[in-house]
């Protein structure tokens, strides 16, 4: 039997929460180094597994790494995990988030042996999410990441944290029920619950319990919460602003992401039928999504706040490619999902450590911090550029890729304009990008900042670890592509494309 890569991966945080749990208080540097411990041994197994992936066997749409076992006979449900070149590069990247934000963490002090026990176990499940090739397993991964984050912002959080953590969970609790709804339906009528063997059979077999479209929509307004979509999005911008740095970094990063997968593997997978039928309506829901998100950024105060709005735009773009249904565009739909981890992952933890240190988060407030955080000022502006697309960071190469496979497919009508309105959104994204860039550490010098401390040494070591990737996957983007191409193209055979 072959090594279990990913049980170890996904399990691997978790057993690092029980062990933090198990101890008493007063040993906080203990605590941070077996955080540390507990996040980047799962990072160094998923880079392992991701340079001994064989790009021959994912060509023809084998699942690698799998693991099986029977879990409950009676339903025909299995501990069933494997990656594909679609998944596999999620896991990296949340992996590797995982361990960031443990940095992040580190000048943390309240409450903080429950701390990173709900942070190491917000991994385990968003892990188990992208690992899961049985819908109740993957079900049960996607309900337990509520529990971490409801406590990360509730406890942790700042501003209206009790509105925001409760609204989260009432928001994410509503997607979830109508996700399961649409499992039972599929599961009642084929009598299976592996979500390999759902999307090879196509939708041929699901039509006795309710309509196919039905079912296809009760599981996409699940993960369109997540994603999320407008009219579901207005949880993020309350989640992102009150939620603790190495929270927002997760949500924005990872969290999210989750929405955007699950379309791509179960929406379209199992009903790439009726995903063709629904795609122009779907894409103009993704414009709406990136106009009006960046409508809205252009007008926040709050240096959070703006971030956290510009996201709802940026996965307006992920719908687009998605449901432009050609495989260039869902090819970048998954890179556009992993450049917006690494670029709002970023953003987010500049925007916490500028908050933490100046001890202000309104833009009208701010200004010449260039001078005081020139360190903090240089990676702001790198994480900034690639949001808007500038050439050489994933951002770019993220967006070329989706606008020009969107604007290429001849499956969806209408998709050239389509796209060519979503541009729109990058042109407002690069205004209040630089608007904010400008807000912040320029412009005349505030002496009430004097005193303003630029990041520390472990600051600057991920800071400029994410700065690395964010360049390496914009100057070589096949370091991902190569590998996504191999996950969509059975699916983009599904849809016809």
């Given at each position: ?203 041929a077999i699901v039509q006795s319990v309710m309509p196919a479209v039905a079912i296809f929509f009760l599981l996409l307004i699940g993960f369109a919460v997540k994603l999320p979509v407008v009219p579901f999005h207005t949880w993020l ?183 060519i309105l979503a541009v729109i959104g990058v042109v407002l994204g690069a205004g209040y990008i630089l608007w904010l860039i400008q807000r912040v550490f320029y412009g005349p010098v505030k002496e009430e900042y004097n005193a303003v ?35 969509i193209a059975p699916l983009a055979g599904l849809l016809g494309g």
């Open positions: 039997m072959s090594f279990p890569y990913l049980t170890w991966i996904v399990f691997l945080p978790l057993v690092g929460a029980i062990i933090i749990a198990l101890f008493s208080g007063g040993r906080e540097k203990l605590i941070r180094y077996l955080a540390v411990l507990f996040t980047s041994l799962p990072l160094i197994l998923s880079l392992v597994a991701f340079s001994v992936f064989d790009r021959s066997a994912a060509a023809t749409g084998v699942m690698q790494f799998q693991e099986k076992i029977s879990w409950i006979p009676a339903m025909n449900a299995n501990y069933h995990l494997g990656v594909d070149g679609l998944s596999l590069p999620m896991v990296v990247l949340t992996a590797f988030l995982g361990l960031v934000v443990v940095f992040i963490s580190w000048k943390e002090h309240l409450r903080v042996r429950e701390y990173f026990v709900w942070l190491l176990l917000l991994e385990t499940s968003i892990l188990g999410v992208f690992t899961s090739l049985d819908l109740l397993l993957f079900f049960v991964f996607w309900e337990v990441e509520i529990i971490p984050m409801y406590f990360l912002i509730s406890i942790w959080g700042s501003g209206r944290k009790e509105y925001s953590s409760i609204k989260y969970v009432l928001y994410t609790l509503f997607g979830s029920a109508l996700m399961l709804a649409g499992i039972l339906s599929l599961y009642f009528t084929t009598g299976t619950l592996n979500m390999v063997e759902l999307a090879g059979n196509g939708m911008p309350d989640a992102h602003t009150d939620a603790p740095t190495a929270g927002s970094v997760m949500l924005a990063g990872a969290l999210i992401k989750m929405g955007g997968y699950g379309i791509i593997r179960v929406c379209l997978g199992i009903f790439p039928s009726v995903a063709r039928d629904y795609a122009p309506f779907l894409l103009t829901l993704a414009v709406i999504s990136v106009l009006y998100g960046a409508a809205v950024t252009l007008r926040q105060t709050d240096l959070k706040r703006l971030i956290a709005y510009s996201s709802v735009s940026h996965m307006g773009f992920v719908l687009l490619g998605i449901f432009a249904l050609n495989e260039v565009s869902l090819t970048g739909a998954a890179l556009q999902m992993v450049s917006h981890g690494l670029l709002t992952g970023l953003l987010f933890a500049m925007a916490g450590l500028t908050i933490h240190n100046v001890g202000e988060r309104d833009l009208r407030k701010l200004g010449g911090l260039a001078r005081q955080m020139p360190a903090v000022a240089v990676v702001f502006s790198i994480a900034g550029l690639g949001s808007l697309g500038l050439p050489t960071t994933s951002g770019f190469a993220a967006e070329f890729i989706t606008f020009a496979g969107a604007f290429s497919s001849t499956l969806v009508a209408g998709a050239p304009v389509f796209t401390k630029d990041a520390d040494g472990l600051e600057k070591i991920y800071m400029f670890a994410l700065v690395a990737l964010i360049m390496l996957v914009g100057i070589y983007p096949a370091i991902l592509t190569d590998i996504i191409k191999l996950g």
